[in-house]
């Protein structure tokens, strides 16, 4: 081999290196970036976790609430019902009075 292609083969060589020198930085830029990324998408997900943990909490209270408002309904039904009756016997009590004066 003479000397002129030993020559041309490290500059080969060396334009190869540098040409994966290149390569190495630029897919160490992107591995950052990327870990960027997943860095911001784990901060999110933490943070839709904690929303959804006090949504949660915050359905479980309302239902607590909604089960309460049917509770007091239910006895404000059974209320009314007892204060119909009491209203009837009062008008047929008002009816005799009437009639007997």
């Known amino acids: 081999m003479e000397l002129s292609d030993k020559i041309s083969k490290i500059e ?8 994966i020198k290149e390569q190495n930085s630029d897919l160490k830029k992107h591995n950052h970036i990327l870990q960027d990324k997943m860095e911001l998408l784990s901060n999110k997900q933490s943070q839709s976790e904690k929303d ?9 209270k309302t239902k607590a609430e909604l089960k309460e408002t049917k509770d007091r309904m239910f ?14 016997v009062i008008q047929g009590q008002f009816i005799q009075l009437q009639s007997s004066i």
């Open 12 to 19: 080969w060589t060396d334009e190869s290196i540098e040409s």
């Open 52 to 60: 959804r943990s006090l949504l949660s909490l915050a359905l479980v």
């Open 75 to 88: 006895l404000l039904e059974n209320e009314n019902k007892i204060v119909l009756q009491e209203k009837s």
